[in-house]
């Protein structure tokens, strides 16, 4: 097939937000780094590629129009499934000559989805080669569905994505960034490791990664942290990896990286960092959090929720006990944000009682600026989901086998059944947190006094709650 052939890449926007502004600050837009990556790969084979997002099946059609593309390609995520196959029914309606395929989460875990709406090739798995093999047609006509080895680190690291100038988090940054964040304008994602070694039984990613993490070379992520910094609105960047802590050594190298590109003046001294991850070594993680401070990192979102069917929340003291090292990280001048998950099967009333009384306590508030209460949604394709299926754990209103009912699998509406009312007891918890005495008066604030302003922030959007 010759190249310079058009490639229109779309990206369903579905707002979330069925939880009365609890957890407003997921409503807003972030690049999509997955698609951008699969645009980094057409466009190094010569491909012509144009990336836009989309509200509707209809609002796609006329974009598809102008285009004139000769294929149109689809990400999904499972809560945005039901958007992507009205689309691609849609576009292969009106362009039937159009090579449609779909990839991302939904298409590794229910594929048949968009293939029944129509769609010419679906991808399981990283999807960067498998494009470009239909692309260049050196695909089967017969083999709709292409199973995806995952990528080697080589490859990694010569893969960057298409980046879209203008896209992440920006006018809508959620109240702590709004403070952290020295000044308006777009928090840019990135990746340094692909991958997931975690068992959590509600989760895809463990499958999608065969439970493998493979690193990318320092020298690609400086190179990346350079293009990111010559963008003019960039304030921030994100590490999106799924645990930014493993391995540690990752972590700290990159940290050292930073800090090297900001004295040689390769990337900006003002630009600020934030990322995603479980809890690093306490043995180390005085010293390693202070030099992130000095890095630039602003804030960490731990992951403090059911994982290996283990209630973190409830752990010992010792040396699995995160809030020791959640602390380390605040008292370092970190702003920090705990992920906690509600309505969980292996969850009872007891762990709902004790639950309550940790999130509204003193130690708990000292050391955590902003929490994010999800209720517990299942994805297709992982344990929780089939034993939800077998157990009859699906509310009644909740259809698992229609796609309709995927745009619900957000986590802010509940889909399974549980002892307790999970909204009660989040909104009840959302109070304990950020209205305590404890809370409004913290110590923290007067020693980080950008804390006390994302505290504040936070205070006025979940005032009416």
């Excluded at 960067?128 to 050196?138: D, H, L, N, P, V």
């Excluded at 493998?212 to 690609?220: C, F, N």
């Excluded at 493993?246 to 390769?266: F, G, W």
């Excluded at 309505?343 to 999130?359: R, S, T």
Aim: with cysteine; glycine share 8%.
């Amino acid at each position: 097939m010759s190249k310079n052939k058009k490639v229109l890449l779309c990206v369903p926007f579905v707002p979330l937000g069925h939880s009365k502004g609890i957890n407003y600050q997921d409503a807003c837009g972030m690049e999509n780094l997955g698609i951008e990556y699969i645009g980094g790969a057409l466009k190094e084979i010569g491909a012509g590629v144009n990336i836009v997002t989309f509200f509707s099946e209809g609002d796609l059609i006329d974009v598809v129009k102008n285009a004139k593309p000769a294929f149109v390609g689809f990400t999904s995520l499972s809560y945005q499934s039901p958007t992507v196959v009205k689309a691609i029914m849609l576009v292969k309606k009106q362009f039937p000559e159009i090579i449609a395929v779909a990839g991302g989460d939904h298409a590794s875990a229910k594929p048949k989805d968009f293939l029944d709406a129509g769609a010419d090739y679906v991808i399981k798995g990283e999807g960067e080669r498998a494009i470009q093999k239909i692309y260049s047609g050196e695909i089967n006509n017969d083999e709709k569905i292409i199973e995806c080895p995952l990528l080697t680190t080589e490859e990694l690291n010569k893969l960057f994505p298409l980046r879209m100038q203008g896209w992440g988090l920006k006018n809508d940054l959620r109240p702590v960034w709004q403070t952290l964040f020295e000044k308006q304008g777009v928090v840019y994602c990135i990746i340094s490791r692909r991958g997931c070694d975690r068992n959590c039984d509600f989760c895809n990613s463990g499958e999608m990664w065969k439970k493998k993490i493979r690193l990318r070379s320092m020298e690609s992520i400086e190179k990346e942290l350079i293009d990111i910094s010559s963008l003019s609105d960039a304030s921030g960047i994100c590490f999106v990896d799924l645990d930014f802590f493993v391995p540690i050594s990752q972590t700290e190298a990159i940290i050292d990286s930073i800090i090297k590109l900001k004295m040689l003046n390769k990337i900006r001294s003002n630009l600020k960092f934030a990322g995603l991850g479980s809890f690093p070594p306490l043995e180390k993680s005085e010293e390693f959090f202070s030099k992130m401070f000095s890095s630039g990192f602003v804030e960490i979102s731990f992951g403090v929720e059911v994982v290996e069917e283990k209630q973190r929340l409830l752990l010992g003291k010792g040396k699995n006990n995160w809030m020791d090292i959640v602390r380390l990280a605040a008292n370092a001048g970190i702003g920090t944000r705990a992920f906690l998950m509600l309505g969980h099967p292996n969850q009872d009333e007891a762990y709902y009682q004790k639950f309550l009384q940790v999130v509204g306590s003193k130690e708990f508030v000292e050391i955590c600026d902003t929490i994010r209460l999800s209720l517990c949604t299942p994805l297709p394709g992982t344990r929780l989901w089939q034993h939800c299926k077998e157990k009859n754990l699906f509310l009644p209103n909740f259809d698992s086998e229609n796609v309709e009912h995927y745009s619900r699998l957000t986590t802010d509406e509940q889909v399974i059944k549980a002892g307790v009312e999970p909204e009660k007891i989040r909104e009840q918890a959302i109070k304990n947190f950020y209205f305590s005495e404890y809370y409004l008066n913290c110590e923290r604030t007067k020693k980080f006094p950008w804390i006390k302003k994302s505290r504040e922030a936070m205070i006025g959007t979940l005032k009416n709650i």
